[in-house]
């Protein structure tokens, strides 16, 4: 079983839609919790960062953890095309080490 | 903001050769980085956790003597993979944590492509 796990994809959505994401983990000692978005051939980048669990939001962003269940998730509002790229979900202990799930492509069809 | 570099971006060689790769933090001091390599349609994973000024710490199942880490400076980290063979083609990407950060947020860099032949 790997660590973290993450729904495969790929997901294609109409403009304006909502995209939901989810990861399940399966280890209990994970605090952080993190989402990045991954352009075609570029590095990760940060969008979401959360300790515990929890909703948090930013903008069209919203990341919820449920550390009871192990489960997080990423939703984006209003989705643009601009938003089409790979979903990478991340979790740390404490001492910065990352472990990702496999990312979602997600695509939003203008 | 926080940006990291890598260079080069993309690279082409004959399998037997060595090749570095560097990552650099262009704005900030970086306590620790990170190597990670990626296949396509796969997640990081991480290789090694680097930091300034002592030994590399690597992931099990990653050869040290095949990919060789140095931290020389808060601002620069280089790996180089050794007799590079074909099977070490992969996406690599590097990540630095800020020297003043409280949390656990990294930044990456855009990765390097390898590509043996």
């Known amino acids: 079983q790997k660590e973290v796990e993450q729904d495969p994809g790929p997901l294609s959505v109409p403009e304006g839609a909502i995209v939901s994401l989810n990861c399940t983990y399966s280890n209990s000692a994970f605090q952080y919790f993190m989402w990045y978005r991954q352009y075609s051939r570029k590095g990760p980048e940060l969008l979401m960062y959360t300790y515990s669990s929890g909703n948090k939001e930013d903008g069209r962003f919203t990341a919820q953890v449920d550390k009871s269940s192990k489960y997080i998730s990423l939703f984006i509002r209003d989705s643009q095309p601009s938003d089409s790229a790979t979903y990478l979900c991340?979790?740390?202990?404490?001492?910065?080490?990352?472990?990702f799930g496999a990312g979602t492509t997600v695509t939003v069809r203008a | 903001g926080a940006v990291v570099s890598q260079h080069p971006s993309r690279v082409i060689c004959k399998s037997g050769t060595s090749v570095k790769i560097e990552c650099r933090s262009l704005d900030f001091q970086a306590t620790t980085m990170f190597w990670y390599r990626q296949f396509p349609k796969q997640s990081l994973m991480l290789m090694a956790t680097?930091?300034?000024?002592?030994?590399?710490?690597?992931e099990q199942g990653v050869e040290k003597d095949k990919f060789l880490i140095n931290h020389a400076s808060l601002t620069l980290s280089t790996l180089t993979v050794t007799s590079a063979h074909p099977e070490d083609s992969s996406f690599y990407i590097c990540?630095?944590?800020?020297?003043?950060?409280?949390?656990?947020?990294?930044?990456f860099g855009p990765g390097t492509r390898l590509t043996v032949l």
């Open positions: 990540s630095a944590t800020r020297r003043t950060s409280g949390g656990r947020d990294q930044f």
């Open positions: 991340a979790m740390s202990f404490n001492d910065y080490k990352l472990s």
């Open positions: 680097s930091n300034e000024g002592s030994k590399a710490t690597y």
